[in-house]
């Protein structure tokens, strides 16, 4: 019996390699089939990832132009801070009979 299976798994074993070989290259071609959808997939998401950059730089844009504006009014504020600081210590320079001239606001337009 040795010797019959002996032949029969040098027959058989080309065979299978083949048969895994064929296995192989339909795997390969099921593969092949996929890649135009993968391709296209590609090509969409960097179509989106162009948009979100787009978006980012107007956004980006945006804020630095909010910060120049918060930077302007905070400016603002610090002049009005400080004329009415200077106000209430003329007022009580004032109260103790010294003369002293009211400040004046002048706030510069917005853009």
């Known amino acids: 019996m040795a010797l019959i299976s002996n032949p029969m798994t040098e027959l058989t074993g080309p065979l299978n390699r083949v048969e895994t070989a064929l296995n192989q290259l339909c795997t390969d071609l099921a593969t092949l089939d996929v890649l135009p959808g993968v391709e296209q997939g590609v090509s969409q998401t960097n179509e989106r990832l162009a948009r979100v950059e787009q978006e980012l730089s107007l956004t980006r844009t945006a804020n630095e132009q909010t910060v120049t504006s918060l930077e302007a009014i905070r400016a ?18 004032e109260s103790s009979g010294a003369v002293a001239a009211a400040p004046s606001v002048a706030l510069r337009p917005r853009d």
Do not use: C, I
Request: without cysteine.
């Open 76 to 93: 603002d504020l610090g002049e009005v801070v400080r004329l009415l600081a200077a106000g209430l210590l003329s007022g009580a320079q």
